[in-house]
């Protein structure tokens, strides 16, 4: 028979004290081996010291104590490594959302106003399936993923495409009372006929005040705030529900600070050029073949727009997605083993990359909109890196942003053909120039 011990020394022996024995006895998750009949004094066998600590860690994972009582009491090794596996699930998404959060609330600290800019734009009626329903704001969120991949699904099972990026419609209770409509549509060339959730609608030409958030969901208060702002000191009339449009979702990354955002092409074609340098002979072709597909999709979408098309060809899209996996996993193999002075050979390192962040590099195929590369914003930042270089001065943040955004209005107004006095002379009138909305059908 294994020795035993009073509760104090079982106490010792655990590190859990004696009043959570006491408790743990009470709840059955860990009952003594004997109790005295007539001083009710606990007694624990060595046997339980296992047990006890077990228990103890599972706690300090903050497992809850049925949890705890159900995993002792599983029936085998397999079903105990499920629920300890589901806890651990748990634990790992709450760890998320708390870097998420500290990462977020020090970017607020440090860059109280990093937002981007707010526009005035007028965006013209649009035909598109869509899922309707009233929903609480605790809801909103697996609702919203679970209409938007009903939605695909049913277009994918018709064989109908979607013509733009999908977009939300939220009613203003859903944010003042905490629960009102909700309308998650996709855009597509010709109505769909109706099938349980998803029906046919046009989503209704209107004006609006416009700003870009890229990233997830855990920073779009900042983006709302700083809408809010400019609409009350424009002094703009709101009489109408939020609109949102998803330019990057779950369905192309599963990386929500992907959403949203473009890559420069630009920079990647140079990038693929130093890879094609060291050579040795044709191993890094396919960093050529990567400068090919860019090229080619840049020349497919200007031939869409030409033709007035609102995306690109299925096919097309899907052979230019095809042969980029095939070169990026050709230049992945090649490089992995091959030596390099300072760590991964380059060409591995930039196949990774463009593995990770394909979605971002293929933005500008899927929203006409987006350009494929950021070459205006460098050539307007160029003339304060040049100050910088030759006289050391730099800009503080305040007045580099303030340069920013002027160059930034400037090169935005030649892009559409207004001269540089033409806009300055706009704003002087108090009618600054916004550029229109490309439409979407």
């Given amino acids: 028979m294994p020795a035993s011990l009073t509760i104090g020394d079982f106490s010792r022996a655990t ?22 009949p007539d001083t009710r004094y606990r007694r624990y066998t060595v046997d339980q010291i296992p047990a006890a600590q077990v228990i103890r860690r599972f706690r ?36 998320a959302r708390t870097q998420d959060a500290v990462a977020s609330l020090r970017d607020l600290l440090t860059n109280p106003s990093a937002v981007a800019p707010v526009s005035q734009r007028r965006v013209d009626a649009t035909v598109a399936a869509a899922i309707t329903g009233v929903v609480s704001t605790g809801d909103l969120r697996p609702w919203y993923l ?5 939605l695909y699904a049913t277009l994918d099972a018709r064989g109908v495409s979607a013509s733009g990026p999908a977009g939300g419609i939220y009613a203003s209770d859903l944010f003042s009372a905490e629960r009102g409509e909700a309308t998650i549509f996709v855009p597509t060339a010709t109505q769909v006929e109706r099938l349980g959730r998803v029906a046919a609608v046009v989503v209704p030409a209107t004006e609006l005040a416009v700003i870009m958030h890229p990233g997830s969901h855990t920073d779009v208060d900042r983006a709302y705030g700083a809408l809010g702002t400019y609409v009350a000191s424009h002094a703009l009339q709101v009489d109408g529900p939020i609109r949102e449009h998803y330019l990057v979702g779950r369905r192309d990354t599963p990386d929500e600070n992907a959403w949203g955002i473009q890559q420069c092409c630009q920079h990647i074609i140079r990038r693929a050029r130093a890879v094609q340098k060291p050579g040795p002979g044709g191993v890094q072709n396919w960093a ?20 007035g098309s609102p995306a690109l060809d299925p096919q097309v899209l899907d052979d230019l997605r095809e042969r980029y996996d095939t070169a990026v996993t050709a230049g992945m193999i090649h490089n ?22 394909k979605e971002q ?11 494929r590369t950021n070459n205006v914003s460098e050539r307007g930042a160029k003339a304060a890196k040049r100050h910088q270089a030759v006289s050391g001065y730099w800009h503080n943040l305040a007045t580099i942003a303030r340069w920013c955004r002027i160059r930034s209005y400037l090169d935005s107004a030649a892009a559409h053909g207004v001269t540089a006095l033409d ?19």
């Fill in 15 to 36: 590190h859990l004290s004696v009043k959570t024995l006491r408790h743990y006895h009470r709840v059955k998750l860990l009952e003594p081996a004997d109790i005295d």
């Fill in 60 to 95: 300090d994972l903050d497992m809850p104590l049925d949890q705890i009582h159900a995993v002792l009491q599983a029936p085998d090794l397999q079903a105990r490594n499920r629920l300890i596996s589901a806890h651990l699930a748990n634990l790992e998404q709450g760890l």
């Fill in 146 to 150: 679970g209409a938007l991949g009903e």
């Fill in 288 to 307: 050529g073949d990567i400068i090919t597909i860019l090229g080619q999709a840049h020349r497919a979408v200007e031939e869409a727009r030409a033709r």
């Fill in 336 to 357: 992995r083993l091959r030596d390099w002075d300072t760590g991964n050979h380059p060409g591995y390192a930039l196949g990774c990359w463009l593995r990770d962040y």
């Fill in 361 to 371: 590099v293929f933005l500008f195929t899927r929203d006409f909109a987006v350009d």
């Fill in 423 to 441: 806009a300055v002379r706009a704003v002087i009138e108090g009618t600054p120039w916004l550029p229109p909305l490309p439409a979407t059908s």
